[in-house]
């Protein structure tokens, strides 16, 4: 089946904006970000296998595998302008696709990293290898879950195969040292317990671009307070139609 969904249609030759999600995230958690975009940007997303309408499919467990069904799917997209905004492992994926675009043809014209650590920084706490329990509790520290219902600890614990594959395939990924020539804007929370500023800020030294790092308020999963999807919305669509400059150097911004 195709890894890609499309979220919203623009004219054509737009910038196609490919989100890619977190461990254990599905294409239609980028709905609101493909809502808040201007009309000037299309707005795709990759299913990962082991949920949704992939929910029969065994998760693949391989970050650069991922990578490369990924490349494959986008073959015929690359008509027009590609961009990749990834959360998290999804973060993770986008430098990898950004390096095999860059390898086999036109590079994306910008990369958006949130919520992850520059992959030279890559570094992991075994999760994919604890016990169903031991991976709810690891969700429910970076995500601040509340008590769940029995609906959605029912279905949570549906979804712990593709979530285990998904912590699987970031956790065994080894950096290659890509060095990307597109812009890279990295986005994270002021209070996201796994990734320190600092961390964050180098992913600079992937790139030969443009690099900035901008920071919302919220956690790991800051993308989903009030305010930061328009924000968000705000910042991409400057930077993708032109109407904001990426900085020449690496630059924190807090906004």
């Known amino acids: 089946m195709s890894w890609i969904r499309t979220l919203r249609t623009a004219a054509p030759g737009a910038v196609r904006l490919v989100c890619l999600p977190h461990a254990g995230g599905?294409?239609?958690?980028?709905?609101?970000l493909a809502e808040a975009l201007g009309p000037d940007v299309e707005v795709?997303?990759?299913?990962y296998p082991g949920r949704h309408d992939r929910l029969a499919e065994p998760p693949l467990g391989d970050l650069k595998l991922m990578a490369g069904h990924i490349v494959a799917s986008l073959l015929p997209l690359r008509d027009a302008p590609l961009a990749l905004f990834g959360h998290s492992l999804g973060a993770l994926l986008g430098y990898?696709?950004?390096?095999r675009l860059q390898a086999t043809g036109p590079?994306?014209?910008?990369?958006?990293?949130?919520?992850?650590l520059a992959p030279s920084r890559h570094r992991h706490d075994g999760v994919h290898l604890r016990d169903d329990d031991g991976i709810l509790a690891e969700l429910d520290r970076i995500s601040g879950t509340p008590p769940r219902s029995s609906g959605e600890e029912t279905l949570l614990r549906l979804l712990l195969p593709a979530i285990r594959g998904d912590y699987r395939a970031f956790e065994t990924y080894t950096d290659p040292g890509h060095v990307l020539s597109c812009p890279v804007t990295v986005f994270l929370g002021d209070a996201d317990p796994l990734v320190p500023a600092e961390e964050a800020q180098a992913w600079a030294d992937h790139t030969t671009g443009p690099s900035i790092l901008r920071?919302?308020?919220g956690g790991h999963f800051y993308l989903t307070e009030p305010g930061n999807t328009a924000e968000i919305a705000r910042a991409v669509s400057g930077q993708l139609t032109g109407a904001t400059e990426p900085a020449r150097h690496p630059v924190s911004a807090q906004t």
């Open 26 to 32: 599905s294409a239609h958690t980028w709905h609101p």
């Open 44 to 47: 795709l997303a990759a299913q």
């Open 107 to 116: 590079a994306p014209v910008h990369l958006f990293a949130s919520s992850m």
């Open 215 to 217: 920071v919302l308020p």
């Open 96 to 99: 990898e696709i950004a390096a």
